[in-house]
């Protein structure tokens, strides 16, 4: 038994010692090179382990068993008391904990004008318009259909000219067209170069691949798409590792816009739910909730606090969360494939980089493009087109202004056009073929 605690308090120490020495990465804004709390960590973790080993040396294992109970209370007294050193040594010096101790303060309030259902996550027409008149929504999310999308068109088979060309568009607050002036989204232009066609805009902020398939199987045997382009961006890949109602909208004092989480998942790719109350006491902030009371119990701590980032780290760099949304991204691209191919309806990708693609490739852009192929879906990569500065909104907004979705409209357009006049995406000298 005493063995078992020696080599335990061995272990303790160097993890100890490590942690110390990892402060620099483990830690949101920590300065580099060793301070003076990180060598007093160190020194500590060292300790406990030379005199976990020295107690081996000195042959503990052969005292009488009084001995040996009284050696292993001494040691985990010792050990128990470095530790709440250590806490306290941290706590002076500022290292904030990974989970509060107490619930924060709510910042947002949920709203009743969204609701995930069979066609995905839209609007709630009726009390949208409420919204609007009250003064709490503005802007785009003012013009939508009765259906709750950002399309001036009804999704109804009445609404559809005979003889109409018919295009299904999928996607995210891109295709949803969130920061473009009004009649200016790359789908408004579409619409606009084409006013024989029937154009129906299914895009929603804040969903993925799951939303797609959703509209897609709902809306697409009513309009009999002759093509479907589905609009996918770099956040589809964390989008796909979760359920369609991931989260759920709210609003601030200001009227701000907030998607706020009740699905989360580690760098592990592990996913998770947490109730609605506290989703919201957790919005904003740079971690989410805990899984569990015992997360919680270390998370509150700064010693555990440390080891949780550890285990981040570990995740980062195992590469296990980008290697599940690859999987799971596959998976709902190929059925969407299935379900365009059973439906008649040509599909079309259309990718939309990162800002930071312009200047370094992501894995996750890389790994777009190559899904494509995998998959077999037809894509348009307008990245070449696109200026970082010029052609997304100031940072932290990551979307296209009106200039980028003019660049990627008239991209978009001349690519459409080729297709109508031939009817295949051959035609299309831009779109990548798998």
């Known amino acids: 038994m005493t063995g078992l605690i020696r080599k335990a308090l061995l272990v303790i120490g160097l993890l100890v010692a490590l942690l110390g020495i990892a402060i620099d990465y483990l830690l949101p804004g920590a300065s580099p090179g060793l301070n003076l709390p990180q060598l007093l960590i160190i020194a500590a973790g060292l300790a406990l382990a030379l005199g976990a080993w020295l107690l081996g040396r000195v042959g503990i294992q052969r005292r009488s068993s009084l001995a040996l109970r009284k050696t292993a209370i001494k040691a985990l007294v010792v050990t128990l008391i470095t530790l709440l050193a250590l806490e306290f040594l941290l706590a002076a010096f500022g290292i904030a904990t990974y989970f509060f101790s107490a619930p924060p303060e709510i910042i947002v309030e949920p709203v009743d004008w969204w609701v995930c259902d069979a066609p995905g996550c839209h609007h709630i027409y009726d009390r949208t318009v409420a919204a609007c008149e009250d003064g709490s929504l503005t802007g785009r999310h003012c013009d939508i259909n009765s259906q709750g999308f950002a399309d001036s068109q009804e999704f109804v088979a009445a609404a559809i000219p005979e003889g109409s060309f018919r295009i299904l568009a999928l996607g995210d607050s891109f295709t949803f067209g969130m920061t473009a002036d009004k009649g200016q989204s790359y789908i ?5 170069r084409y006013p024989d066609a ?4 299914t895009g929603m902020a804040g969903t993925g691949t799951r939303q797609a398939i959703a509209s897609f199987q709902h809306f697409a045997p009513v309009l009999q798409p002759q093509l479907t382009i589905l609009g ?4 589809d890949f964390e989008d796909n590792i979760l359920p369609i109602e991931k989260s759920f909208r709210a609003q601030d004092a200001q009227n701000r816009i907030a998607g706020v989480h009740i699905h989360y998942y580690d760098t592990w790719g592990n996913t998770f739910a947490t109730d609605r109350q506290t989703a919201l006491e957790y919005y904003g902030h740079a971690v989410g909730p805990p899984r569990n009371r015992v997360e919680q119990a270390i998370g509150i701590t700064r010693l555990g606090t440390l080891a949780l980032r550890l285990r981040d780290a570990l995740g980062r760099l195992s590469g296990a969360l980008l290697a599940k949304q690859i999987s799971a991204t596959r998976q709902q691209l190929a059925e969407l494939r299935d379900l365009t191919r059973a439906q008649g309806t040509d599909l079309l990708a259309l990718i939309i980089p990162h800002r930071d693609d312009m200047a ?5 852009y890389r790994a777009a493009l ?3 192929q995998e998959v077999g879906i037809p894509y348009l990569d307008p990245i070449r087109l696109l200026d970082a ?3 997304y909104m100031d940072p932290p907004d ?3 202004n009106t200039a980028g979705h003019q660049k990627v409209g008239a991209f978009l357009n001349d ?11 051959v035609a299309c000298e831009s779109a990548v073929a798998p």
């Open 188 to 192: 408004e232009l579409l619409e606009a």
């Open 198 to 201: 029937t154009v129906w805009n």
């Open 232 to 235: 996918f961006y770099m956040n």
């Open 360 to 364: 370094a490739p992501s894995d996750e």
């Open 370 to 372: 190559q899904l494509m």
């Open 389 to 391: 500065p010029a052609d």
């Open 398 to 400: 990551d979307h296209w």
């Open 415 to 425: 690519c459409v056009g080729a297709y109508m006049a031939a009817g295949d995406l």
